[in-house]
């Protein structure tokens, strides 16, 4: 099964990535600084409804970011931001309590701290709110690979596992994420 193929390959991976020694960084040579990789989680879709409405709680405010390919940035200093999708268009609550439509339908939102809560569960890095073509509502993490894999591995491996399952864990999530991504 594919399950079955993933595990081998995975397992493979480990084999390897124990076999083979590091690289060494010479004096002269210059060090590059690896960009860090984001990863994109879905986790929640929603048929967008006149009464589909979302509060995002931070204790810092709020970056708001619009989509890829526009430079439009603007901080909100409120503890708690409030959006909303009527007629398949998304709508964000300002401070004088009128909703102002969000010129793309979608919006990233930002904590300088990387927390943000959502229906009482917190996340790490930013909230995505998108409308699809089809009016539906996605709600989407994005956050750093290696933050993802260490929450994986916290919520999907049992604290009693030796070490190297948790590791072994931590490679397949790594493995999967990296392959979807």
């Given at each position: 099964t594919n399950l079955s193929k993933f595990f081998v390959i995975s397992l493979l991976f480990l084999f390897c990535s124990l076999s083979t020694t590091p690289n060494t960084v010479q004096a002269d040579q210059d060090i590059a600084i690896p960009s860090v990789k984001k990863i994109r989680v879905?986790?929640?879709?929603?048929?967008?409804?006149?009464?589909?409405?979302?509060?995002?709680?931070?204790?810092?405010?709020?970056?708001?970011?619009?989509?890829?390919?526009?430079?439009?940035?603007?901080?909100?200093?409120?503890?708690?931001?409030?959006?909303?999708?009527?007629n398949k268009n998304l709508f964000l609550k300002c401070h004088d309590g009128q909703y102002k439509r969000i010129k793309y339908n979608s919006i990233e939102v930002c904590d300088p701290h990387n927390k943000l809560t959502i229906g009482g569960t917190t996340y790490q890095g930013s909230l995505i709110f998108r409308v699809d073509e089809k009016?539906?509502?996605?709600?989407?993490?994005?956050?750093?690979?290696?933050?993802?894999?260490?929450?994986?591995?916290?919520?999907?491996?049992?604290?009693?596992?030796?070490?190297?399952m948790q590791k072994i864990q931590a490679i397949i999530s790594r493995t999967y994420a990296v392959y979807q991504m």
């Amino acid at each position: 099964t594919n399950l079955s193929k993933f595990f081998v390959i995975s397992l493979l991976f480990l084999f390897c990535s124990l076999s083979t020694t590091p690289n060494t960084v010479q004096a002269d040579q210059d060090i590059a600084i690896p960009s860090v990789k984001k990863i994109r989680v879905l986790l929640e879709e929603h048929t967008a409804t006149n009464q589909t409405q979302f509060i995002v709680k931070s204790r810092h405010g709020f970056v708001l970011e619009s989509p890829v390919g526009t430079n439009n940035t603007a901080v909100y200093k409120d503890k708690e931001l409030r959006l909303v999708c009527k007629n398949k268009n998304l709508f964000l609550k300002c401070h004088d309590g009128q909703y102002k439509r969000i010129k793309y339908n979608s919006i990233e939102v930002c904590d300088p701290h990387n927390k943000l809560t959502i229906g009482g569960t917190t996340y790490q890095g930013s909230l995505i709110f998108r409308v699809d073509e089809k009016g539906k509502v996605l709600v989407i993490n994005k956050l750093p690979l290696e933050d993802y894999i260490y929450s994986v591995v916290r919520s999907e491996s049992i604290p009693s596992w030796p070490l190297g399952m948790q590791k072994i864990q931590a490679i397949i999530s790594r493995t999967y994420a990296v392959y979807q991504m």
